[in-house]
């Protein structure tokens, strides 16, 4: 809190007094508007959280439900979103995309489908599937995007759809590390918002509850394989 005057002004201790308690009832007032602030912004989140797990426990095919979830993570916690699975041969495949505009959308996928992910590349989802840590990259200038070994078509395709800051994180499996699920990747393309901790903090329990989905969508295809292998196994020894 600051004054100024267009001439001399001599602050006596009454106006010291009275503008100490301006200034501490300034503070106040500040820090009651953040903290109602957070309270809101809490409460959208657990609504937000709430929705997303109506809807990964809503359906076992873990296709439709993936792509569901990343419209609706865009636009409500980023621009856009992508979830990459990995199969079990290994590779690693897109499940979902979303952006908040339907051509960048489609542009997007076809640049995914023109450059696989590449197990050994330093950064992005092939560095967290390995190390199976989230990456935050807070802001990311343009010199950054020119420096980085991307193809001259994949950095077009990225400056088009635009890109200012980047989250990635694993989709963690109960069986550790050593298997993988796979990554989910949120994007900012434009305006002034970055990711801050608050987001991670989102972005982590959204994840958290995309690997429990994946894993039971998994675990119910299998037995239901089992079970048919058995149902096959029962007929074939009646038969004989």
């Known amino acids: ?24 009832q300034c503070g106040q007032a500040l820090e009651r508007a953040r903290l109602l ?10 609504g937000f959280l709430l929705e997303a797990s ?7 095919d873990v296709g439709t439900t993936l792509q569901t979830l990343t419209e609706l993570i865009v636009p409500r916690v980023a621009d856009w979103c992508g979830i990459e699975l990995v199969g079990d041969d290994g590779v690693v495949r ?25 197990p050994d590349a330093p950064h992005g989802v092939a560095q967290v599937l390995r190390t199976q840590q989230a990456e935050l990259y807070r802001d990311i200038p343009d010199e950054m995007l020119a420096m ?9 395709v990225i400056r088009r759809v635009g890109l200012r800051s980047s989250l990635v994180l694993p989709l963690s499996s109960s069986a550790g590390a050593e298997k993988p699920l796979g990554a989910i990747v949120f994007a900012l393309g434009e305006g002034v918002r970055r990711f801050t901790d608050a987001d991670v903090d989102l972005a982590k329990e959204i994840a958290a509850r995309a690997a429990t989905a994946i894993e039971n969508a998994r675990s ?19 038969e004989f």
């Open 37 to 46: 602030e957070a309270e809101r912004l809490a409460r959208s989140n657990l």
């Open 148 to 156: 980085s070994p991307s193809p001259p078509d994949y950095k077009a």
């Open 94 to 118: 897109l499940a979902g995309l979303a952006h908040k505009d339907p051509a960048h959308q489609q542009a997007l996928v076809e640049l995914r489908a023109a450059h696989p992910v590449e």
């Open 54 to 60: 109506r809807l990964l426990s809503s359906s076992l």
């Open 220 to 238: 119910h295809t299998e037995l239901q394989r089992a079970k048919n292998d058995l149902d096959s196994a029962l007929r074939s020894k009646d």
């Open 1 to 24: 809190l600051g004054l100024r005057f267009a001439t001399p002004f001599v602050f006596d201790d009454a106006w010291r007094a009275l503008l100490a308690a301006a200034a501490g």
